[in-house]
């Protein structure tokens, strides 16, 4: 898809929303004529959303490029948009347009990879897309981690997913935790970062991370203790795409355009910018 065709909305249709957390709802958008995915995209790519007359914002395309039926986005309540988005019903019109940034390099530097996944909150809506890729194509990579914490057992998203294919894949591991000790929880009360270090893992992966910026500080230095190098090490910055296509400014870090030579960066390209992120 071009440029040009990145920026012409198109009209799609939710047709089905599902409550994940207290404030995260997944929306599925289809095109107006019900025919499939409005376009494709790859694994940690984001789209515009809009409604006419209330606002759009960019939102991480949390379905994987494998489906070809609909996408889907996992948008936490939390503005003027976020919010008239909560209240959509089923059969209701959006616009949509992307998709815009740089995706996660599935069939390059990670391909035949050991992955380990690290995600905080909503930030496991990025890395959805990627894992969900990772498994539908399962023999081109090695073992698969994911860590994925959150402030309450009723704030892990996905978690149906989760416990139903996740945990049950072939030589893939999966290790929840919850900030604070609750009832009905047996699983692991932690911070991510310290449960990331205890865990022990082998540098011997790539890692995805995604979460609260002060998670991700941690994270790192969680990493580094275990032997893990900046080049190992992946995120994703789309919080900080505004028009997607490097003309409003708001998404530069020095001589760098979130929107164009992101959302997806390696740490050690980061430690380059200036300390703004």
């Known amino acids: 898809m071009n440029n040009i065709e990145m920026q012409i909305p198109m009209l799609g249709v939710v047709t089905d929303i599902r409550r994940d ?5 997944t929306f599925r958008v289809n095109t107006i004529t019900g025919e499939g995915k409005c376009f494709e995209h790859k694994p940690g790519q984001c789209a ?8 759009e914002a960019m939102f991480s395309i949390t379905s994987s490029p494998t489906e070809t039926r609909f996408q889907e986005f ?3 309540k939390c503005g003027c948009l976020t919010d008239w988005l ?12 992307g998709p815009y940034g740089n995706g996660f390099p599935v069939d390059t530097v990670l391909k035949g990879e050991n992955l380990l ?3 905080g909150g909503v930030g496991l809506a990025p890395l959805h897309s990627v894992i969900n890729y990772v498994l539908d194509n399962r023999a081109d990579y090695g073992r698969v981690d994911i860590v994925y914490g959150a ?3 009723d704030d892990l998203l996905d978690l149906k997913e989760i416990q139903e294919r996740w945990m049950h894949e072939e030589n893939v591991n999966v290790h929840l935790t919850i900030d604070r000790p609750q009832e009905g929880w047996d699983g692991k009360v932690a911070f991510v970062p310290a449960f990331v270090e205890e865990l022990g893992f082998d ?6 991370v995604c979460g609260p910026p002060i998670m991700i500080k941690f994270v790192l230095q969680s990493l580094t203790k275990l032997g893990f190098e900046k080049t190992q090490i992946f995120t994703t910055m789309e919080l900080r795409m505004k028009c997607g296509i490097g003309k409003c400014g708001r998404c ?15 740490f050690d390209k980061l430690n380059e910018l200036p300390n703004e992120y």
């Open 21 to 25: 957390t207290p404030d995260i709802k």
């Open 203 to 208: 540098p011997d992966c790539k890692v995805l």
């Open 74 to 76: 996992s948008i936490k």
């Open 151 to 153: 402030r309450s057992a």
């Open 86 to 97: 909560h209240q959509m019903e089923v059969g209701q019109q959006v616009t949509i347009r």
């Open 252 to 266: 530069n870090i020095g001589d760098k355009y979130v929107c164009k030579d992101g959302p997806v960066f390696r």
């Open 117 to 119: 996944f690290i995600a």
């Open 48 to 55: 515009m959303l809009s409604i006419p007359g209330v606002g």
